[in-house]
Nanobody
Framework: QVQLVESGGGLVQVGGSLRLACTAS????????MGWFRQAPGKEREFVAG????????HYGDSVIDRVTIARDNEKNTLYLEIFNLKPEDTAVYYC?????????????????WGRGTQVTVSA
């Protein structure tokens, strides 16, 4: 059974930082593009960051650019997202996803596997 499990979310103050992790099991995703999305209450799921299979290309959403870094460790089958200078509008459930392609994928319909998400709450 393929699983993506996110961790690292929690409650953090404005200006703080978090490092999210997504560990995959049941399948090796070293040849797949992967990404992070987030969804706040009452809003659509939003692209946060994506990375290709060899970590040679990344792409970030406009709302988080310059405040996040995506990385992966293919040997550990793990995806990471570091978020800096957190703002209240970053409050959301953060999901990791794996694509069927090797490239960076920017849209949610391009991903085949999804985790259940981890809650990030930023308090003022």
């Amino acid at each position: 059974q393929v699983q993506l499990v996110e961790s690292g979310g929690g409650l953090v103050q404005v200006g703080g930082s978090l490092r999210l992790a997504c560990t995959a099991s049941g399948r090796n995703f070293s040849n797949n593009g992967m990404g992070w999305f987030r969804q706040a209450p009452g809003k659509e799921r939003e692209f946060v960051a994506g990375i290709n299979w060899r970590s040679t290309m990344t792409h970030y959403g406009d709302s988080v650019i310059d405040r996040v870094t995506i990385a992966r460790d293919n040997e550990k089958n793990t995806l990471y997202l570091e978020i800096f200078n957190l703002k209240p509008e970053d409050t959301a459930v953060y999901y990791c996803a794996a694509s069927g392609l090797r490239d960076v994928v920017l849209t949610s319909n391009g991903y085949d596997y999804w985790g259940r998400g981890t809650q990030v709450t930023v308090s003022a």
